[in-house]
């Protein structure tokens, strides 16, 4: 079964920059083969898609918040979400998701992403 961990968070300043890692273990855990996505959920709100990478070289999508400063990139163990020019609103916990084979994925379907990783909090001070 598909095992993910984020790491990456932390404090910074406005405008500075992150870049979060969603490592995969477990058994033929070849990111490649999976759609990986990253969802946030900022304190008394509910959890929102941030982008998403398809499986196979398979196309990314970022929310508007996240377009433009923002980019998901991935290798066969870790996928990436670096993050720039962050804001206060972007403080949160930050987490990734995946599942295998999906060609097309949306970030706003929760239900796409099976294995989810316990998060990683980002906090993005004025």
């Known amino acids: 079964q598909l095992q993910l961990a984020e790491s990456g968070g932390g404090l910074v300043q406005a405008g500075g920059s992150l870049r979060l890692s969603c490592a995969a273990s477990?058994?033929?855990?070849?990111?490649?083969?999976?759609?990986i996505g990253w969802f946030r959920q900022a304190p008394g709100k509910e959890r929102e898609g941030i982008s998403c990478?398809?499986?196979?070289?398979?196309s990314a999508r970022y929310a508007d918040s996240a377009q433009g400063r923002f980019a998901i990139s991935r290798d066969s163990r870790t996928v990436y979400l670096q993050m720039d020019n962050l804001q206060p609103a972007d403080t949160g916990v930050y987490y990734c998701?995946?599942?295998?084979?999906?060609?097309?994925?949306?970030?706003?379907?929760?239900?796409?992403?099976?294995?989810w990783g316990r998060g990683t909090q980002v906090t993005v001070a004025s």
């Open positions: 998701a995946g599942r295998g084979h999906i060609y097309d994925c949306d970030y706003h379907d929760f239900n796409q992403f099976a294995s």
């Open positions: 477990g058994f033929g855990a070849d990111l490649e083969n999976y759609a």
């Open positions: 990478i398809s499986s196979r070289g398979g």
